[in-house]
């Protein structure tokens, strides 16, 4: 993670791109860094972002073996042209390229009035015999009204993880006593707070619970899920 985002040559990088990382942000592993790059950017934008990891990645390896590396002032616009003549290709020569399907909503969806809603998501790392879930729950406006993070034990798998993320003992709980409910499987891209909450847990041991706000540290994802509204 030092390398694509803390060296001072690298710093420059970003500073001449597009690319924002928030100052709060702490990102555990590069898998961690990719999901939040992919729910805050578009695809061509993160095909973009890929060309700068890689050569980021090709000019510490050259420098390393004694190469002379890229000139990292011009590093950016060297890969606007490589995505632009990789594009110019494709069309020159037919290549069909895949459709990009968008299959239910591309941003969170808030509730009618007077009605709360709830996103949970789960977190889990193949090995470490466990998993983690976080949740959110929002007015019709994107006001937070509280959220949570947990850590659990015996979960084998992602899905597995993301399915107790629901059946929550103190979800099950809390929707016994209401009139009505309903629940339905959205990506990832419009649950961005419920699965940052999520990787919060795996820093805790056991539960945290918040009410009518979260940390300053989920503001950033918190304002991407809900635009366009206005957070509180």
């Keep these: 993670m030092h390398l694509f985002l803390y060296r001072d040559w690298v710093k420059l990088v970003w500073e ?7 100052k709060d942000k702490r990102f555990l592993n590069f898998r961690h860094l990719f999901d939040f790059m992919c729910s805050s950017y578009d695809r061509d934008l993160m095909a973009l972002w890929c060309i700068i990891v890689w050569m980021i990645w090709g000019h510490r390896n050259a420098i390393l073996h004694g190469h002379k590396g890229k000139d990292v002032t011009v590093l950016v616009a060297d890969a606007k042209k490589y995505l632009y003549e990789f594009k110019e290709a494709q069309c020159r020569v037919h290549v069909t390229t895949f ?45 937070v009204i509280s959220g949570f993070a947990k850590k659990l034990l015996g979960c ?14 103190g979800i099950k709980q809390e929707l016994k006593g209401l009139k009505w409910f309903s629940c339905s499987r959205m990506r990832r891209t419009v649950n961005k707070v ?6 919060f847990a795996r820093d805790i041991t056991d539960e945290v619970f918040w009410i009518e706000e979260l940390p300053e540290s989920f503001d950033s994802v918190l304002r991407l899920d809900c635009h366009p509204l206005v957070v509180a």
């Design 16 to 22: 001449s791109s597009d690319f924002f990382y928030p």
């Design 99 to 143: 459709i990009e399907l968008k299959v239910g909503l591309s941003s969170w969806a808030p509730p009618m009035e007077g009605v709360f809603k709830l996103n949970v998501d789960g977190s889990w790392i193949p090995g470490l015999h466990g998993g983690w879930i976080g949740g959110v729950i929002c007015d019709h406006s994107g006001v």
């Design 156 to 169: 084998s798998s992602t899905s597995f993880t993301e399915a107790l993320a629901l059946l929550h003992e």
């Design 194 to 199: 419920a699965y940052e909450l999520a990787v």
